[in-house]
């Protein structure tokens, strides 16, 4: 059974740019959550989406967005990038059913770096 | 406002001793409390789970406990290998049910010695 994919594994924005990273969950799996890990501000929530809604959100602010499709398949943008947007991002997928364990996941992220 | 904290932050021991990372939270209202492994460049890797109602689960050498009361987790790693060494992280998901939140502590970076 094929683990959390996500893609791109390493990418290099200049500031102002945006960019989209993708995360595919392990099958079957419809909750998918994203996180944040930097070494000064360690793991942080990001969003998660559940059946193509968002369900959760952090404290993060509107630059940063997310949307799961039908498949369960998501994707998070950041746009108008900063500095500090420089970070491992990190997906994770779970089954989120009442009878689950709540067991998350995760996938190998995406590093991002900005310039 | 639920905070998570690990001690020791690095912790470094010779090969074939039996140690103990520490967790915990300020708020003991928890779903349930993973245990994370975390290789230097890579994600995590989930090593044990224990739901709300559970004291403690076991894999291999690796014993978690959970004292809700107390807000409080152990990870006991017994005849620790240099493969262990790693990021050891901890993680609770608030009682508002089951979903994708969790909140991290900082971890505990863990060295065994040859």
């Known amino acids: 059974k094929a683990g959390v994919t996500q893609t791109p594994r390493y990418l290099i924005k200049t500031r102002g740019q945006q960019v989209t990273l993708s995360c595919s969950p392990i099958s079957g799996h419809r909750s998918v959550s994203w996180y944040q890990q930097t070494p000064g501000q360690g793991l942080q929530f990001l969003f998660e989406y559940f059946s193509e809604t968002q369900r959760n959100k952090g404290n993060f602010p509107g630059r940063f967005s997310g949307r799961q499709f039908s498949n369960s398949r998501s994707e998070m943008n950041v746009s108008t990038l900063e500095l500090g947007d420089s970070a491992l991002y990190l997906c994770a997928s779970s089954l989120a059913g009442r009878t689950n364990t709540g067991e998350l996941f995760f996938g190998e992220g995406s590093r991002l770096t900005v310039l | 406002k639920q905070e998570v904290t690990q001690i020791p932050a690095a912790l470094s021991v010779p090969e074939g001793e039996n140690l103990v990372l520490n967790c915990s939270f300020t708020d003991s209202a928890i779903y349930n409390l993973q245990w994370f492994r975390q290789d230097p460049g890579k994600g995590l890797t989930s090593l044990l789970l224990?739901?709300?109602?559970?004291r403690e689960q076991t894999s291999g050498r690796l014993n978690a406990s959970l004292d809700k009361s107390s807000g409080r987790s152990t990870l006991y790693i017994a005849a620790s290998q240099p493969g262990d060494s790693a990021t050891y992280l901890c993680a609770v998901s608030p009682f508002s049910g089951n979903t994708g939140k969790l909140i991290f502590g900082q971890g505990t970076t863990l060295q065994v010695k040859p």
């Open positions: 224990i739901q709300s109602s559970q």
